[in-house]
Structure formats: C-alpha cells, structure tokens
C-alpha cells in the first residue's frame, strides 16, 4: 500500500498538532515553517518515487530496520525535530498517514499565521503584475495573507476562476456567458 496524498482525520489533527506545538516551543515561527517545509519535500520525493512511497506505507518491514534507514536516509538533511517526529511515526505504526499528518500540518500553519492558499486559474498565463494584483484583492477581501498558486487551464476561454479552500469563485467567461444566455 503506497503513500497516497490523503485528508486530514482525527489521528492526523492530533500528529499535526503535537509537531506545531513542539517546534513553536524548540523555535518558534521558524521552526515551524522548517517542519512545513520538509514535510513537504519528503511527501513529495514520495510521490515522485513509487519505492521510496512503498518503504515509508509498508507493514511488512520491520520498525527498527525502517527506523535505522529513516536515520540513514534524513539525518543531517532534515532537522532533529522532523526526524524525531518521523520516528515516532514509525514506531507508532503511523508513517502510512504521513500526507494526512502533513496536510493537517499545513492547515494548522496556515490558520496559524493567517494566511489561506488560493488557486488562480487563467485560459493564458498571467504576468506577474496581474499576480500581484489579484493577491492585494485577495488580501483586502478575504483579511489573510493568500498564498497565490497560478494554472494556466487550457478550456477557458477567458476570466478567471479562484480556489479558495473549498470555495470555488468562477468569474470565467464561459460561466458569465452561461448566466447571461440563462
């Protein structure tokens, strides 16, 4: 059973939690960005390497001997917090749930520093000036700091279309099209 991205449960609140309070307690806003941040780049050398995926999932390797990889694998490259916490993951039978574990993660983080993710989606790609711009709107609107992501989705025909949590905006042009002909 390989690492797949999955949503934040009960379990993973609890992981997401315990990691946020113990690196606001060992750094601070520093910290904690760090843990976000190698979390992140762990999950995602996952994602991009089916085997590295298999040994994280696995429960047929034995916790000592993934222990004794894990240390090899990270120590040195990730912080003494992040491979601790992995660890005991692992020792707790839970490194399957590691994507939930960080998704909560990052969600905490987010609410933490008030900052919310927004995907930008366009029919072209957007300069950065109109990046700029659709952040310092999104910013008055919405109060937190946006975390832009821009995509370029190739069937619009125009406009723009805005992702924000679970809140899908579409001020497309096939949509404003749609409403003007309903």
Do not use: C, W
């Not at 449960?9 to 946020?20: N, P, T, W």
């Not at 992140?40 to 990889?69: G, M, T």
Request: aromatic fraction near 6%.
């Amino acid at each position: 059973m390989p690492l797949t991205d999955a949503q934040p449960d009960a379990l993973a609140e609890i992981y997401a939690r315990s990691l946020i309070e113990l690196a606001q307690a060992q750094g601070g806003r520093e910290a904690v960005e760090a843990s976000a941040s190698e979390l992140e780049d762990i999950l995602e050398i996952a994602r991009s390497n089916p085997k590295f995926s298999e040994f994280l999932a696995s429960r047929v390797l034995p916790v000592a001997q993934r222990s004794a990889s894990i240390e090899r694998i990270f120590k040195g490259r990730i912080s003494n917090l992040t491979l601790r916490f992995l660890q005991v993951l692992n020792e707790k039978g839970r490194l399957p749930h590691l994507s939930a574990v960080a998704a909560a993660y990052d969600a905490h983080v987010q609410r933490l520093f008030g900052r919310v993710e927004v995907d930008v989606f366009t029919a072209s790609p957007i300069s950065t000036d109109e990046l700029k711009a659709i952040r310092d709107q999104l910013q008055r609107a919405l109060g937190r700091e946006p975390i832009v992501h821009p995509y370029v989705e190739n069937g619009m025909l125009g406009g723009v279309k805005l992702q924000i949590g679970d809140t899908l905006v579409d001020g497309s042009l096939a949509t404003r099209l749609r409403k003007f002909r309903d």
